[in-house]
């Protein structure tokens, strides 16, 4: 019985790391792929943060199961990364749209535009100024 469970962990842990290991691989070809820096950070934001998220999951439940040793090394790793990559995503976004950076010519909609309008920083005026 015991060697079923432990086939079954290795399993887990294993589809676990192969499924991190594809959602960083779709990540770093939305990077490549994607047209714009928001569609980019939409791809290095979610897909990454998922990816990293299952593979130091798979980290924390080996050395769980088969060292009985839980790390809060790990366990706060998950957290950091959950807390810092949405908020560093939407930073750079939103760093991209004030300094105007072009939408992707395709877009549909800019839902910004009205609620910034005035606000944007004007790079080539302030260098004009100085």
């Not at 714009?36 to 290095?44: K, M, T």
């Not at 130091?56 to 060292?67: C, G, K, R």
């Not at 809060?72 to 957290?79: K, Y």
Request: aromatic share 12%; proline share 3%; glycine share 6%.
């Amino acid at each position: 019985m015991m060697e079923i469970v432990k086939v079954a962990a290795e399993t887990a842990i294993g589809l676990l790391v192969l499924l991190g290991a594809l959602l960083s691989a779709l990540s770093a070809f939305g990077l490549i792929r994607l047209p714009d820096v928001y569609l980019r950070a939409h791809a290095a934001t979610k897909s990454m943060t998922l990816g990293v998220f299952c593979v130091l999951s798979a980290t924390f439940f080996f050395f769980w199961y088969f060292d009985n040793y839980i790390s809060a090394r790990l366990l706060l790793g998950i957290l950091f990364v959950f807390i810092t990559a949405p908020v560093a995503g939407h930073l750079n976004g939103r760093a991209a749209y004030r300094t105007d950076v072009p939408l992707w010519e395709q877009s549909v909609q800019d839902e910004l535009e009205p609620l910034l309008k005035g606000k944007k920083v004007n790079h080539e005026a302030k260098d004009m100024m100085e």
